[in-house]
């Protein structure tokens, strides 16, 4: 089945060592976005890419980067992960930016 | 800037219950809305996607309207089950540049057997 895949369900990290979330998609989609979201909150959109143009939102903080070397890929880095960073991070396809999301199952971030 | 509020913000029924679940946002410029489902710590499944022009959606028990005009959507569920049990969130998609979903704070619904 067509879909999109986060890797690693979990992920520990230490405060301030770098870490990278992935993602991927069988689904052939133009875009692919990050979401954050911490506990009992709203997903909250990082940046997301339309084919290789990035866009970033105003209050993404610069410790969070994202690369997406092909479009079956994007990446999600965290050069110095707070404690504050720790939540679930989620990515989304859509074919164009007008159209439906499709979510993977989200990687869950704990920071020690 | 697009604000999503969805009431109650948590529903607990009894099993067979028909309910609604309401969703209100402030900027009616959208291309769309979508509903989805979030189970706890997992990702989210898109229920229905509701294009601009459209009145309503359903998929078996779910049915969602949309009120462009007044900026309302709900979703119905139809003889709930405890299976249903999860957070429901309300996504406009936005008409801007980015297109991009904002979030409503959801509604975590119990469906109690």
């Known amino acids: 089945d067509a879909m999109v895949i986060q890797n690693p369900r979990y992920q520990v990290t230490q405060f301030g060592k770098p870490v990278t979330l992935s993602c991927s998609q069988t689904?052939?989609?133009?875009?692919m976005y990050w979401y954050q979201q911490k506990s009992s909150q709203a997903p909250k959109l990082l940046f997301h890419?339309?084919?290789?143009?990035?866009?970033n939102e105003a209050d993404t903080p610069d410790n969070f980067q994202s690369r997406r070397p092909n479009t079956s890929f994007c990446f999600l880095d965290i050069r110095s992960p707070g404690l504050g960073d720790a939540a679930m991070y989620l990515c989304?396809?859509?074919?164009?930016?007008?159209?439906?999301?499709?979510f993977g199952s989200g990687t869950r971030l704990t920071v020690v | 800037k697009q604000e999503v509020t969805q009431i109650p913000a948590a529903l607990s029924v009894p099993e067979g219950e028909n309910l609604v679940l309401n969703c209100s946002f402030t900027?009616?410029?959208?291309?769309?809305l979508q509903w989805f489902r979030q189970d706890p710590g997992k990702g989210l499944t898109s229920l229905l996607l509701?294009?601009?022009?459209?009145r309503e959606q359903t998929s078996g028990r779910l049915n969602a309207s949309l009120d462009k005009s007044s900026g309302r959507s709900t979703l119905y569920i139809a003889a709930s089950q405890p299976g249903d049990s999860a957070t429901y969130l309300c996504?406009?998609?936005?008409?801007?540049?980015?297109?991009?979903?904002?979030f409503g704070q959801g509604t975590t619904l119990q469906v109690k057997p």
């Open positions: 989304a396809t859509s074919r164009r930016a007008t159209d439906g999301y499709t």
């Open positions: 689904l052939n989609h133009n875009v």
């Open positions: 890419y339309y084919d290789k143009d990035f866009n």
């Open positions: 900027d009616s410029a959208i291309y769309n």
């Open positions: 509701i294009q601009s022009s459209q």
């Open positions: 996504a406009p998609h936005g008409s801007g540049n980015t297109g991009k979903l904002i």
